[in-house]
């Protein structure tokens, strides 16, 4: 059980990557030959990089593209789009063509009425490498990106090189077990639940509401809140300010039983496996990754809460580079 995030309101200084990594950020090489250059974009942009879309899986996916280098999938996690990762992509960039991606469902991709199960949106992914002419991709997730990752890893092993997930496992039977009324002290993942509920989030979150959520996730999901801007803040918010972008993003959650499901049916990950933990998921982290691969590699960062790519940028890019090479 994920105890509570304990909080240091004392304000510091955030930790930020250079201005000057964005320069590195090519914005010319492979990957952007299949691209859709069309599509109706809304959300932040980021120097070094350029968007794009792609018609994959009988969805339209949005992704932000720059660097040189072998190809990098970054897929990030709910309430956040690509932007979670602004902090450690120019510097990734000088080793990797990164491709940070919308998921189904999320920021300016698609918002199907179906296909949220994680196995199906890996499917996407895979089919998205494919078309901008990838053999193999190393790929990283966090949160419902995490799942993702997880997913296209098992089911997609020839695609594979290596897989970060970052502070959340794929869905498994222990879901089952969490208590609709926990115990003082502990901490409830009430938003597993409300996300499951039909119609109701998104006539509660429609428009500027949805920011009063956010803001409770960042504030007590986090040690150090002020790492998320307030600008920031209203980029994520604004990504899900629309009933179709709340229920679409609920669909993530509402699938999470077809995705035990399938957990049931899957083997072992082959390919090199990289764990990125928290103080609260170290434990869980450790027990079942080991399990659920045949190369596993458990790295804990210290000084943070479940968004460990905003409060500690410089520990995660040192991470995720030493793995990835």
Do not use: C
Not at 60 to 79: E, F, K, N
């Amino acid at each position: 059980m994920i105890n509570r995030v304990s909080m240091n309101l004392n304000r510091r200084k955030v930790l930020t990557l250079s201005a000057g990594a964005a320069a590195i950020a090519a914005t010319s090489g492979p990957g952007l030959a299949s691209a859709e250059p069309t599509g109706d974009r809304r959300g932040p942009s980021l120097p070094g990089f350029r968007d794009a879309f792609a018609r994959v899986n009988g969805t339209t996916l949005h992704y932000v593209v720059g660097g040189r280098g072998a190809p990098l999938i970054l897929l990030p996690g709910w309430p956040q789009t690509w932007w979670e990762y602004r902090k450690v992509m120019p510097a990734l960039a000088s080793r990797y063509r990164v491709i940070a991606v919308d998921l189904r469902g999320m920021g300016d991709s698609d918002k199907p009425a179906s296909g949220f199960d994680k196995k199906t949106m890996a499917r996407d992914i895979a089919a998205l490498a494919r078309q901008l002419g990838y053999d193999s991709v190393n790929i990283a997730g966090h949160d419902i990106g995490s799942m993702v990752a997880y997913s296209f890893a098992v089911n997609h092993p020839d695609l594979t090189r290596r897989v970060a997930l970052m502070d959340v496992p794929h869905p498994n039977k222990d879901l089952y077990t969490l208590p609709l009324l926990p115990r003082p002290g502990e901490f409830s993942l009430w938003w597993f639940s409300f996300n499951q509920v039909g119609g109701l989030p998104e006539q509660l979150l429609a428009g500027r509401r949805f920011r009063i959520l956010a803001d409770w996730l960042f504030d007590h999901l986090m040690v150090h809140p002020e790492a998320i801007s307030d600008r920031d803040r209203d980029i994520f918010a604004s990504a899900y300010s629309s009933p179709e972008a709340i229920r679409a993003g609920n669909g993530w959650y509402q699938a999470f039983n077809q995705d035990i499901e399938d957990q049931e049916t899957y083997g072992l990950i082959t390919a090199p496996l990289l764990g990125l933990s928290t103080e609260p998921t170290d434990g869980i982290l450790r027990s079942l990754l080991p399990r659920q691969g045949t190369d596993v590699r458990v790295e804990k960062v210290a000084d943070a809460g479940h968004f460990l790519l905003e409060e500690q940028p410089e520990v995660a890019l040192r991470l995720l580079t030493e793995f990835f090479g």
